[in-house]
């Protein structure tokens, strides 16, 4: 479908791993990424992932890229309450413009 | 500080009365952009544009309108607004760096506009 697709509640208990995956749907996308939205803000860019990798890790954050099943996942090593947040990820689709978004996973972190 | 201004942040207006979103960016980017973001769907654009007086047709476009007379501002325009178009709006703003392009957005902190 046209659609990027990602489950949209995750809760985690403070000091777990979390892990928001993402099932994207241009084979040919070049760039994939990760934006995090904090109540009342905008969005930021966490991290991003180019099409010819596997795998990103930056310090908490490891992305895993499966271009065989366009699948994408963000993992957060020892969440923290501060990570509360809503998680999108992205698809770089068909030009520099082309930006197609999933509707976001909530995540709550609980102690 | 470099930053995507949007005002107002909160907006509540009725139908068919004109109303301006305007969005300014200070990192001198070349493409600036509007999405609209409701529950579900994710971020959906709506128009962008690549430069000075070039704008184009993002996914969703009807009922809106822009405008780039400046590299700096990206203003949006509802005409006539509509209770459908109650939603939070976001502006962005993104420049090309390296050969390959990736695109990373700058993101103002959103207006929420309700249309009554």
């Known amino acids: 479908g046209e659609d990027v697709e990602q489950s949209l509640f995750l809760s985690v208990r403070e000091g777990d791993s979390s892990v928001i995956n993402c099932t994207y749907t241009d084979s040919s996308s070049t760039y994939l990424y990760w934006y995090k939205q904090e109540p009342g803000a905008g969005l930021q860019l966490l991290t991003y992932?180019?099409?010819?990798?596997d795998m990103k890790q930056d310090q908490r954050l490891t992305v895993l890229l499966n271009k065989k099943d366009k699948h994408l996942s963000l993992r957060i090593a020892d969440t923290q309450t501060g990570d509360s947040a809503i998680y999108f990820c992205?698809?770089?689709?068909?030009?520099?413009?082309?930006?197609?978004f999933g509707a976001g996973t909530r995540l709550a972190v609980h102690p | 500080e470099a930053q995507v201004t949007q005002n107002p942040r909160y907006l509540i207006t009725v139908t068919g009365k004109k109303l301006t979103v305007t969005c300014s960016q200070n990192?001198?980017?070349?493409?600036m952009s509007w999405y609209r973001q409701d529950p579900g769907l994710g971020l959906r654009q709506i128009y962008y544009s690549m430069n000075v007086e070039v704008t184009d047709k993002g996914d969703v476009p009807e009922g809106y309108k822009v405008s780039r007379k400046e590299k700096r501002n990206f203003p949006l325009i509802l005409e006539s607004p509509s209770p459908n178009q109650t939603s939070l709006y976001f502006c962005?703003?993104?420049?090309?760096?390296?050969?390959?392009?990736?695109?990373?957005?700058?993101f103002g902190a959103g207006t929420r506009l309700s249309v009554l």
């Open positions: 992205a698809e770089q689709r068909g030009g520099y413009n082309k930006l197609i």
């Open positions: 990192m001198n980017h070349e493409y």
């Open positions: 962005a703003s993104s420049s090309p760096t390296g050969g390959a392009s990736k695109n990373i957005q700058y």
């Open positions: 992932i180019f099409s010819n990798m």
